[in-house]
């Protein structure tokens, strides 16, 4: 009798430590989330909770006018590790809300505000051959080893390329500037870049707006009340 409360005592102890033990890896392998996975997950989900309305109003609006394929557009893109998901967007262009439609994405996990081009698996971007990394140390192109700098952080909802390609400058180009930002990224050049890309779009709408105030101005807005046209004409025939 007493034997075999011993041995239940035993397996007890020894279930109990292996818990813990569990439990102990467990924590061990959880690492805490990074700055940009932290600004992704509170902007994103507050600019979803801010663009909510507008986005469900632009979605009632298509779903009115009942478009081919839907209110949603769904491609595969390649994402963090090469893994493909599928990118959901409105079917729309108007005040940007097939980006902000994309918010989901970034409060998931899928994408991040900032970062390169999410591209299609057919896309010949994303081939690993263009020199050294990380999973090829020999650096030997065309290796089946071979990780390619896309894969190493997430796309973006907006990035780099997108903000700088307006500039129209010939070294400008989208593909060296998602490259550009693979090697530098990080917090302060994300609020950059986020900032930059609110700032074009409001002072292309301002100066926009300016442009069809003054086209509505002309001279004669600015001539004294009853002064004539024919008035200036007899004064310069005099002359």
């Not at 569990?22 to 997950?41: F, H, I, N, Q, Y």
Request: aromatic share 2%; glycine share 10%.
């Amino acid at each position: 009798m007493m034997r075999t409360r011993r041995t239940r005592n035993r397996r007890t102890v020894t279930a109990e430590a292996a818990k813990g033990t569990r439990a102990r890896t467990r924590l061990g392998d959880w690492e805490p989330p990074s700055a940009k996975r932290v600004l992704d997950l509170t902007l994103g989900s507050a600019l979803l909770a801010l663009t909510s309305p507008l986005l469900g109003a632009g979605a009632l609006a298509l779903a009115a006018r009942r478009p081919p394929g839907g209110v949603l557009t769904r491609s595969p893109r390649i994402g963090l590790d090469g893994r493909v998901f599928v990118l959901c967007s409105l079917r729309t262009r108007r005040l940007r809300l097939d980006l902000l439609s994309r918010l989901p994405h970034v409060v998931r996990g899928d994408l991040s505000l900032v970062g390169p081009e999410p591209l299609p698996p057919d896309d010949g971007r994303n081939r690993a051959d263009d020199g050294r990394n990380r999973a090829d140390p020999a650096g030997t192109p065309g290796s089946p080893a071979a990780r390619h700098w896309r894969q190493e952080l997430k796309p973006g909802l907006t990035g780099l390329a997108q903000v700088r390609s307006r500039s129209g400058m010939p070294w400008d180009e989208p593909a060296l500037l998602d490259q550009h930002y693979a090697e530098h990224h990080g917090v302060g050049l994300d609020l950059a870049i986020l900032a930059s890309a609110v700032h074009v779009p409001l002072r292309g709408a301002v100066r926009g707006l300016a442009r069809r105030g003054k086209a509505h101005l002309s001279d004669t807005d600015h001539r004294l009340s009853g002064y004539s046209t024919a008035e200036e004409v007899g004064s310069v025939s005099t002359d």
